[in-house]
């Protein structure tokens, strides 16, 4: 698997530098973002591994998967019991990059005592749950002058689709969160709303140290850009073409973190177009447009 983040996600090695312990700045008060609710002319075509890509099944049965979300009954617990399994399978280290981006590789170096940084915890994470046949891809975050600041302008977090709850909801397997509203799963949109809003009702599920208050103030400055590529296969050579999802009146950004440039980027302002229905199909099925977005399970 190439290292999809950076075609669209320009800043494989410095995307995520900064520490868990460490807020880059201090927090400000956030407004809610705009977005268009009404899709783009043209669609994306997302393209997502089915579980029995053969990938994805030596992942699966070399990691014992099935048997890590033994027990577990709804799309949300089994999200959840692997974003904790991945968060401790190393230490992060935000300035230690994988040579090979792909979570076997990734894994197996793991297993020799190597430690990596945001962008692999999502490759994972990523990987196991498309394994156990919940559609995933990483999303990349960026703060609002992401163009200008010198170091820490990014982070890497999983969103998954729950075929129970028919959405997209985020995990952060660096910190082991997954965030609730209200009881119930959220997005990126979502959070960065909560948040803004002060909303009561947001809080984390997770099964290590992490304190919501603090995981909260870190990533809230990150909640600005979100882009993710538009092919989420595994096992295959894959298109380096990612969508970028832009507050209304934003400034479409071109550069990451002053001098690395941002190419085969695609900008959208709808979020109906940025979070597109996975096909639910037959194996060997063509793919076929649902909404407005079209997703290809291959």
Same mark, same amino acid.
């Given at each position: /698997?190439?290292?999809?983040?950076?075609?669209?996600?320009?800043?494989?090695?410095?995307?995520? &530098?900064?520490? !868990?312990?460490?807020?880059? %700045?201090?927090?400000?008060?956030?407004? !809610?973002?705009?977005?268009?609710?009404?899709?783009?002319?043209?669609?994306?075509?997302?393209?997502?591994?089915?579980?029995?890509?053969?990938?994805?099944?030596?992942?699966?049965?070399?990691?014992?998967?099935?048997?890590?979300?033994?027990?577990?009954?709804?799309?949300?617990?089994?999200? %959840?019991?692997?974003?904790?399994?991945?968060?401790? %399978?190393?230490?992060?280290?935000?300035?230690?990059?994988?040579?090979?981006?792909?979570?076997?590789?990734?894994?197996?170096?793991?297993?020799?005592?190597?430690?990596?940084?945001?962008?692999?915890? $999502?490759?994972?994470? $990523?990987?196991?749950?498309?394994?156990?046949? /919940?559609?995933?891809?990483?999303?990349?975050? =960026?703060?609002?002058? $992401?163009?200008?600041?010198?170091?820490?302008?990014?982070?890497?977090?999983?969103?998954?689709?729950?075929?129970?709850?028919?959405?997209?909801?985020?995990?952060?397997?660096?910190?082991?969160?997954?965030?609730?509203?209200?009881?119930?799963?959220?997005?990126?949109?979502?959070?960065? =709303?909560?948040?803004?809003?002060?909303?009561? &009702?947001?809080?984390?599920?997770?099964?290590?140290?992490? %304190?919501?208050?603090?995981?909260?103030?870190?990533?809230?400055?990150?909640?600005?850009?979100?882009?993710?590529?538009?092919?989420?296969?595994?096992?295959?050579?894959?298109?380096?073409?990612?969508? /970028?999802?832009?507050?209304?009146?934003?400034?479409?950004?071109?550069?990451?973190?002053?001098?690395?440039?941002?190419?085969?980027?695609?900008?959208?302002?709808?979020?109906? $177009?940025?979070?597109?229905? !996975?096909?639910?199909?037959?194996?060997?099925?063509?793919?076929?447009?649902?909404?407005?977005?079209?997703?290809?399970?291959?």
């Amino acid at each position: /698997m190439m290292y999809k983040a950076l075609t669209g996600v320009v800043l494989l090695a410095v995307l995520c &530098g900064s520490s !868990p312990a460490v807020a880059q %700045r201090p927090v400000t008060k956030n407004q !809610p973002l705009e977005f268009a609710t009404t899709a783009d002319p043209t669609s994306y075509t997302f393209q997502f591994s089915s579980a029995d890509e053969p990938y994805l099944v030596t992942l699966r049965e070399n990691y014992a998967l099935n048997d890590i979300v033994a027990g577990q009954t709804t799309d949300l617990d089994k999200a %959840r019991t692997l974003c904790t399994w991945v968060h401790n %399978r190393w230490v992060h280290d935000g300035h230690v990059r994988a040579k090979k981006p792909d979570p076997l590789s990734i894994l197996k170096d793991a297993d020799l005592g190597h430690n990596f940084q945001c962008i692999e915890y $999502s490759i994972v994470l $990523s990987g196991v749950l498309t394994a156990m046949g /919940m559609p995933a891809r990483a999303v990349y975050l =960026k703060t609002a002058d $992401s163009e200008t600041r010198r170091e820490g302008a990014g982070h890497a977090i999983t969103e998954v689709w729950l075929r129970d709850q028919r959405k997209w909801v985020m995990l952060d397997a660096q910190w082991d969160v997954v965030p609730l509203l209200n009881n119930k799963p959220v997005n990126v949109i979502d959070m960065q =709303k909560a948040l803004a809003t002060d909303d009561p &009702g947001l809080r984390i599920e997770t099964a290590s140290n992490t %304190r919501a208050k603090t995981y909260f103030n870190w990533l809230s400055p990150y909640l600005y850009y979100f882009d993710t590529v538009l092919d989420n296969r595994f096992g295959v050579k894959t298109q380096p073409s990612s969508v /970028m999802l832009v507050p209304k009146g934003a400034k479409y950004p071109t550069v990451f973190q002053r001098d690395t440039p941002i190419r085969r980027m695609r900008y959208t302002n709808s979020v109906t $177009s940025f979070y597109p229905t !996975p096909v639910e199909m037959l194996v060997g099925n063509a793919a076929k447009q649902t909404a407005p977005g079209t997703t290809s399970l291959n």
